[in-house]
């Protein structure tokens, strides 16, 4: 597992710790937590965010429920 430095603000931290203290787990556990957690929701809105600038820019198209059934024979 590799190493990361963090300054926290003084709120933070102390809430951190409190949690930690309360419930015998350490700090470096929620951070670990709270990054994993997090991390996908940000990697899913950049990647939003990039489709929508391909779209805007004409690089990408959207499609319409009946072309995607259509195109993929899943018609009844």
């Given amino acids: 597992m590799s190493s990361v ?3 926290l603000p ?3 931290s102390r809430r951190l710790a409190r949690l930690a203290k309360r ?3 350490s700090k470096t556990f929620y951070m670990v937590e709270a990054l ?3 991390l996908d929701d940000l ?3 950049y ?3 990039q489709r929508l600038i391909a779209l805007h820019e004409g690089r990408s198209r959207t499609y319409t429920l009946e072309e995607v059934t259509r195109d993929l024979d899943l018609e009844d």
């Fill in 23 to 25: 419930t015998g787990r």
């Fill in 10 to 12: 003084e709120n933070l």
């Fill in 5 to 7: 430095s963090l300054r």
């Fill in 47 to 49: 990647l939003a965010e």
């Fill in 36 to 38: 994993q957690e997090h």
């Fill in 43 to 45: 990697e899913d809105l």
